[in-house]
């Protein structure tokens, strides 16, 4: 349990933004609220909060969590498509910035370019928080972790093997995410999608402070042995269909299948699960699927016992509330809740 934190006024563009400290001081808020909402308590800690959600691209869980976890605790979301303001088109992103600054408590964005995302914090005035950018995802691996650690009940030591894309947004925010929580991550990837050198060696660098380790390993046999969470993302990233014969024909070997969760050797003892970011490729019920059927994942994993994929979107809510209240929530409310976890 982590003492209390002052991030009143935060948004959170990466990861490497928050100290080790204040990721873990995230997932404990983030349990305080999933269990304050478990409860049926109707919060009041974004009361009178109003939080712009400005998208470019499609969501399903990044948008209704952003919506639920405000209205959970009395705030309210406004979802702004890019399609339908000014964003960068008829208006600047700064002066787009500078109004919804004047009209909302926090902005939430979710698109393609990190500068956009950074171009909203300068000029807003208000925290802004990263659903998702090219480059980084931090909301994503904080409902992540928050799973893990409620498997397992505990991060640090733990092995976490992610296969596939491994340059992406989730593959190079989760290696972050891991080595601030003292596990060992494990890049496995081919050659050719390997992650860039100067990300690597700053989470390096950061594990050896934790006393965990960073690996990118290109053969999947020998990478997941020992894994305790198997995570995958889709092979195509949006924006990027044009490349997906390419990625099929390079990706295939890292297909996570029940041959690769067996051969962690944590199957029969229960200490392996399936973690994916969704949407997954798992059997032939998508347009892309209809015709070659499962990619990044087999349906006999995604559908498993083992399998968290489920538990983990639901977290997304926590987490981003999370986020919500520590920027915008009474700091002596907060803090209250928290001594409450701490002394059950």
């Known amino acids: 349990m982590t003492t209390a934190i002052d991030m009143k006024g935060r948004g959170l563009l990466t990861l490497q933004e928050l100290d080790d400290r204040e990721f873990l001081y ?40 952003a919506g639920v976890a405000a209205a959970d605790e009395g705030g309210r979301a406004e979802y702004l498509s890019a399609r339908e303001i000014h964003l960068g088109g008829k208006e600047s992103v700064a002066d787009t910035a500078q109004v919804l600054g ?15 995302v950074e171009m909203l914090q300068k000029y807003s005035g208000v925290p802004v928080w990263n659903g998702l950018t090219d480059d980084s995802h931090p909301t994503q691996v904080l409902a992540d972790l928050m799973t893990v650690r409620e498997t397992f009940g505990k991060l ?49 660098e950061i594990a050896l402070r934790n006393k965990c380790t960073v690996s990118i390993i290109h053969n999947p046999e020998g990478a ?58 798992h059997d032939k019920n998508t347009e892309m699927t209809s015709d070659i059927g499962a990619l990044e994942v087999t349906d006999d994993v995604f559908q498993a016992p083992f399998s968290k994929v489920f538990d983990e979107a639901e977290n997304r809510v926590h987490t981003i509330k999370a986020l919500f209240v520590a920027a915008l929530g009474p700091g002596k409310d907060i803090s209250k809740l928290l001594k409450a976890r701490g002394r059950k």
Request: a positive charge; glycine letters at 8%; aromatic letters at 8%.
């Open 156 to 204: 640090k030591g733990l092995k976490l093997v992610y296969v596939g894309d491994g340059r992406n947004n989730v593959a190079n925010s989760l290696m972050v995410g891991c080595v601030k929580a003292g596990m060992h991550f494990v890049n496995c990837t081919p050659k050719e999608l390997s992650p860039l050198p100067e990300l690597v060696q700053r989470a390096e």
């Open 224 to 281: 997941v042995t020992g894994a305790n969470v198997i995570y995958t993302d889709v092979w195509v990233s949006m924006g990027e269909e044009a490349k997906f014969a390419e990625r099929l024909k390079i990706l295939r070997p890292y297909q996570v299948n029940m041959n690769m969760i067996q051969k962690t050797g944590n199957l029969k003892n229960n200490k392996v699960i399936f973690l994916h970011c969704l949407p997954a490729f």
């Open 26 to 65: 995230l997932l404990d808020l983030a349990d305080v609220l999933k269990k304050r909402k478990k409860s049926g308590v109707r919060g009041d800690l974004l009361e009178r909060k109003n939080i712009a959600l400005v998208f470019e691209k499609m969501s399903t869980r990044t948008r209704c969590a």
């Open 102 to 116: 004047r009209m909302f408590d926090g902005i939430l964005f979710r698109g393609y370019k990190q500068s956009t």
